[in-house]
């Protein structure tokens, strides 16, 4: 009993502490001053940044600070003046647009500081968006696909830090890789195109617009009953909203590392079910991390790339065995099948 009891304190003090890290690498990539690559496994300052935390480590105490009164506290926690920051000086905004854009002084001379950040901010947006470009059409090619498998695989085996995002991220980019039609992640990306944060509550992980239908997409890494009490309604409620705003037949896909049998049976139900707030009947597909992860290799080793009537041809046949299935455990066999014939079955 004392070494069972044991365990599960180091287990817990181990979760503890990577919740922390994970919190303290959220936190430094929010300032906007530090890039975190999941490819290099690398933390550095961006380059245009430099200035901005050499100004901060020459300006900002290391004195730890005591304070011990609770309305003192907050109001020295969340200040919005304290500390200083570079770009809090009128003359410094102008210097920073002057390196990052093709700006004189001259130019900026009758602009406000609220102006300035709001031109810096365009700029800095219209680099972004190229360097997310460029990443798809690299994601495109394939040229991704293993380090796409590899990283499934450290997520699995928690070989990653924030990996709730990680894993958010990654299937972005696998779902981008089967091509075809308009991916987008709803998470957020930082100034190097890498992931900052996951995507708000009130919308899919990931949404996939396609000519004649829509497809969302979302991601956990809960188990247990958790992952029914955490995602049964949500995944429900995002789907019915994505199929209103589109107004196209829509499916979804349900991806974790393993599958809540309650899960499958409340996504097997729903699908049975005719229920106005989710648009009729849904088309709900829960899959196994490992299924897709088959799901994108056929694609990389089949003959040809598969194109958006491929991926719909696998949702309509999956759903077709949900209405024919005798209960929840045999439709779940049937998605293994259909996951196996992909792509074969599809180009019959």
Same mark, same amino acid.
């Given at each position: 009993?004392?070494?069972?009891?044991?365990?599960?304190?180091?287990?817990?003090?181990?979760?503890?502490?990577?919740?922390?890290?994970?919190?303290?690498?959220?936190?430094?990539?929010?300032?906007?001053?530090?890039?975190?690559?999941?490819?290099?496994?690398?933390?550095?300052?961006?380059?245009?940044?430099?200035?901005? /935390?050499?100004?901060?480590?020459?300006?900002?105490?290391?004195?730890? /600070?005591?304070?011990?009164?609770?309305?003192?506290?907050?109001?020295?926690?969340?200040?919005?003046?304290? &500390?200083?920051?570079?770009?809090?000086?009128?003359?410094?905004?102008?210097? /920073?647009?002057?390196?990052?854009?093709?700006?004189?002084?001259?130019?900026?001379?009758?602009?406000?500081?609220?102006?300035?950040?709001?031109?810096?901010?365009?700029?800095?947006?219209?680099?972004?968006?190229? /360097?997310?470009?460029?990443?798809?059409?690299?994601?495109?090619?394939?040229?991704?696909?293993?380090?796409?498998?590899?990283?499934?695989?450290?997520?699995?085996?928690?070989?990653?830090?924030?990996? &709730?995002?990680?894993?958010?991220?990654?299937?972005?980019?696998?779902? $981008?890789?089967?091509?075809?039609?308009?991916?987008?992640?709803?998470?957020?990306?930082?100034?190097?195109?890498?992931?900052?944060?996951?995507?708000?509550?009130?919308? &899919?992980?990931?949404?996939?617009?396609?000519?004649?239908?829509?497809?969302?997409?979302?991601?956990?890494?809960?188990?247990?009953?958790?992952?029914?009490?955490?995602?049964?309604?949500?995944?429900?409620?995002?789907?019915?909203?994505?199929?209103?705003?589109?107004?196209?037949?829509?499916?979804?896909?349900?991806?974790?590392?393993?599958?809540?049998?309650?899960?499958?049976?409340?996504?097997?139900?729903?699908?049975?079910?005719?229920?106005?707030?989710?648009?009729?009947?849904?088309?709900?597909? &829960?899959?196994?991390?490992?299924?897709?992860?088959?799901?994108?290799?056929?694609?990389?080793?089949?003959?040809?790339?598969?194109?958006?009537?491929?991926?719909?041809?696998?949702?309509?046949? $999956?759903?077709?065995?949900?209405?024919?299935?005798?209960?929840?455990?045999?439709?779940?066999?049937?998605?293994?099948?259909?996951?196996?014939?992909?792509?074969?079955?599809?180009?019959?």
């Amino acid at each position: 009993m004392e070494g069972n009891l044991q365990t599960f304190f180091h287990s817990l003090q181990k979760r503890n502490m990577r919740d922390y890290a994970d919190a303290c690498f959220r936190y430094m990539r929010y300032t906007g001053l530090i890039s975190i690559s999941h490819r290099s496994r690398s933390i550095s300052i961006f380059a245009d940044k430099i200035v901005e /935390v050499d100004f901060v480590l020459s300006t900002v105490s290391r004195d730890p /600070v005591f304070i011990d009164d609770e309305a003192a506290y907050k109001a020295h926690l969340f200040s919005a003046n304290t &500390p200083a920051l570079y770009t809090d000086n009128r003359d410094n905004v102008v210097d /920073v647009l002057m390196r990052i854009g093709s700006f004189t002084k001259r130019e900026l001379s009758n602009k406000t500081l609220e102006e300035l950040k709001d031109l810096r901010d365009e700029i800095i947006q219209k680099h972004k968006d190229t /360097v997310i470009h460029k990443q798809i059409a690299e994601i495109k090619s394939y040229a991704l696909y293993s380090e796409i498998i590899d990283t499934f695989n450290e997520i699995i085996s928690a070989g990653y830090y924030d990996a &709730p995002l990680m894993f958010e991220y990654n299937t972005w980019r696998a779902m $981008t890789m089967l091509n075809g039609g308009s991916i987008k992640g709803n998470f957020n990306f930082d100034d190097a195109g890498q992931p900052l944060s996951t995507a708000a509550g009130n919308m &899919p992980d990931i949404e996939c617009h396609y000519d004649d239908f829509s497809l969302s997409v979302e991601v956990t890494l809960q188990a247990g009953q958790r992952q029914y009490e955490s995602e049964g309604e949500p995944v429900a409620r995002h789907y019915g909203q994505l199929k209103k705003r589109t107004g196209k037949d829509t499916y979804c896909l349900f991806i974790a590392p393993t599958i809540n049998p309650a899960t499958l049976a409340h996504f097997y139900g729903l699908n049975h079910l005719s229920i106005a707030l989710y648009g009729g009947k849904s088309k709900i597909i &829960p899959l196994e991390l490992d299924q897709f992860m088959q799901l994108i290799e056929n694609s990389y080793t089949y003959e040809t790339r598969p194109v958006p009537s491929d991926i719909r041809r696998f949702l309509d046949h $999956t759903i077709k065995l949900c209405e024919n299935a005798t209960d929840e455990n045999d439709w779940r066999c049937g998605i293994q099948a259909c996951v196996d014939k992909w792509l074969s079955f599809t180009n019959k």
